[in-house]
């Protein structure tokens, strides 16, 4: 029997995996996807799922099964999704919006990802409950979690209650960026498989990923940290302009002159909102990624010559570590909606210092 994970670019130790639980049918009653942002963590689930309620005995997805020709219906899939306060009012809007978004994200499932007032609520997760008991055991059902870090405590501890006795012929799956956010005992309960961002030439496969209304862009590959969901993102979201302004960024903060900085600073239009100056800091850190990883391998043949320079300077700085970090606090701090270019600037001054101690620690 062949199992077909279509949808999932790369990932081929996961797929390997998963296909041998599947063939042998000693699948955990809990599995926990997990990794870094876009690496398919959504696409990987929905395969998954296609692949275990599938009926071919020969290939599977089939496409052409009952059970696959009602996946976006088939009562045997059921799926949780994150939901802001107003949706998470009424279950009918729950049930409306999820189907909402599981058509959106099986026709694109690289570029689903919950809001940052989503969550998943100990109602949502009682009701899964309250279905699973007066379900029919006899059909398997799978149950998918996506981001299931969006879950309070309140939430966790009923889903722990689920897994720590699951329902006959049901199986678990969660699909997870950030798993050090959920319980240590939903962790216990889960068999783990990881998945790992994409080498160049198997990122290269996630050009069919693009359409018309977002061209791929070359220039993104090399600061999308192997993930094609973070290429996808930056394809649609940064323009040229604000990869140049990336660049200038590293320039003038590793210049030395805080009034070229801070002028530039405010000239830019880059930081007006919260969206444009987190999505310029993303940049910025992947860049310190590309950077990283340059210095790891020794390669730099597939970056642009501006590019190059900018990890040249980045790579003559005492600790990259101490920079990244100055990164990380600007976009945290933006995120819980401080001003970008006043936090920036009051962080960049505090930079400064932490390098130059740390250059005298080398010297």
């Given at each position: 029997?062949?199992?077909?994970?279509?949808?999932?670019?790369?990932?081929?130790?996961?797929?390997?995996?998963?296909?041998?639980?599947?063939?042998?049918?000693?699948?955990?009653?809990?599995?926990?996807?997990?990794?870094?942002?876009?690496?398919?963590?959504?696409?990987?689930?929905?395969d998954l799922a296609d692949c275990i309620t599938c009926t071919d005995p020969k290939l599977r997805p089939c496409g052409h099964c009952a059970n696959c020709k009602a996946r976006l219906n088939n009562p045997n899939l059921i799926h949780i999704f994150a939901f802001d306060s107003t949706v998470q009012k009424k279950a009918d809007t729950r049930q409306e919006q999820g189907a909402k978004y599981l058509k959106a994200l099986r026709e694109s499932p690289y570029s689903y990802h919950p809001g940052d007032k989503e969550q998943i609520s100990v109602d949502q997760i009682r009701e899964l409950r309250h279905r699973m008991s007066f379900a029919e055991s006899q059909q398997v059902r799978f149950v998918t979690i996506f981001f299931p870090e969006k879950m309070g405590n309140g939430a966790g501890n009923a889903l722990l209650k689920l897994l720590e006795e699951p329902p006959l012929n049901t199986y678990f799956?969660?699909?997870?960026?950030?798993?050090?956010?959920?319980?240590?005992?939903?962790?216990?309960?889960?068999?783990?498989?990881?998945?790992?961002?994409?080498?160049?030439?198997?990122?290269?496969?996630?050009?069919k990923l693009f359409t018309s209304a977002i061209p791929y862009r070359p220039e993104f590959v090399a600061i999308s940290s192997g993930s094609p969901g973070v290429l996808l993102e930056f394809c649609r979201d940064a323009s040229d302009t604000l990869l140049h302004e990336a660049f200038e960024?590293?320039?003038?903060?590793?210049?030395?002159?805080?009034?070229?900085?801070?002028?530039?600073?405010?000239?830019?239009?880059?930081?007006?909102?919260?969206?444009?100056?987190?999505?310029?800091?993303?940049?910025?850190?992947?860049i310190c990624q590309c950077a990283q990883h340059a210095k790891q391998s020794k390669d730099q043949e597939d970056l642009s010559p501006e590019l190059k320079q900018v990890i040249d300077k980045l790579l003559k700085l005492p600790d990259l570590g101490i920079y990244v970090g100055w990164l990380q606090d600007c976009l945290d701090a933006i995120l819980a909606y401080a001003k970008p270019v006043n936090t920036i600037f009051g962080y960049y001054l505090e930079l400064q210092g932490k390098l130059e101690a740390r250059q005298e620690v080398l010297t």
């Open positions: 029997m062949t199992f077909d994970f279509n949808r999932t670019l790369g990932q081929t130790a996961a797929k390997d995996s998963l296909s041998q639980a599947l063939f042998s049918g000693k699948i955990p009653h809990a599995l926990l996807l997990y990794g870094p942002p876009g690496l398919g963590q959504c696409a990987l689930a929905l799956l969660l699909a997870c960026e950030d798993k050090s956010s959920l319980l240590p005992t939903i962790l216990s309960r889960c068999v783990k498989i990881a998945l790992r961002p994409l080498s160049s030439k198997e990122l290269l496969e996630s050009k960024l590293v320039s003038l903060s590793l210049s030395g002159s805080w009034e070229e900085f801070d002028h530039w600073l405010q000239k830019s239009d880059a930081f007006e909102t919260m969206d444009s100056s987190s999505l310029m800091l993303r940049l910025v850190l992947n």
